[in-house]
């Protein structure tokens, strides 16, 4: 039995879309995505760490928007939704793991000193190559750059990109 999705139909972004204003966007944007789908990491995994990122800032737009992305990927169900407990779910493998650690880093204020310690480092190298790891680096850097696109404009949740501001 699944329960209904409602979406309120008053639902209006703050700003417009930032192409309006700033048409050079694009192209960052898409050299962004580029960079991250050069073959290195798996495109799930960008899509795990993206999703995780959402949840860590509390990104309404960004956790719908990336697990639309992982189910039309063909992500399951029980992957899509262990992101939130990912260190006891037993859905990840160890790179997703480490991955997902280093998002979580990444965006987590550490009160004990290095947000990327040298252990975290070590075991991302033991899992992926230099490439690999810039892959990701970028992958946290592309879901940075949009978190305040989306926390502070407020773009509508569900509509694809380009109908997601009415403004």
């Given amino acids: 039995m699944s329960t209904p999705t409602t979406v309120q ?9 930032p192409i309006q204003v700033f048409p050079d966007l694009a192209a960052v944007a898409a050299g962004m995505t580029k ?14 760490v993206q999703l995780r990122a959402g949840q860590i800032v509390g990104s309404t737009y960004h956790t719908v928007r ?3 992305n992982l189910r039309k990927a063909g992500e399951t169900e029980q992957r899509i939704t262990a992101v939130a ?8 493998t ?6 997902l650690e280093l998002v979580e880093a990444v965006l987590t204020p550490s009160p ?7 252990e975290l480092f070590a075991k991302a190298s033991a899992h992926y190559d230099d490439t690999a790891l810039w892959t990701l680096t970028v992958t946290i850097g592309q879901i940075c750059f ?18 997601n501001y009415n403004k």
């Fill in 9 to 17: 139909d008053d639902l209006r972004s703050r700003l417009p879309d």
């Fill in 35 to 48: 960079a991250t789908l050069n073959g290195s990491i798996p495109r799930t995994t960008i899509g795990l």
């Fill in 66 to 68: 990336q697990t639309e």
């Fill in 85 to 92: 407990s990912w260190q006891d779910a037993p859905y990840f």
């Fill in 94 to 99: 160890d790179a997703e793991r480490v991955a």
């Fill in 112 to 118: 004990f000193g290095e947000r990327v310690p040298d």
């Fill in 146 to 163: 949009f978190i305040p696109v989306a926390l502070i404009a407020k773009p509508i949740p569900g509509k694809p990109i380009g109908k």
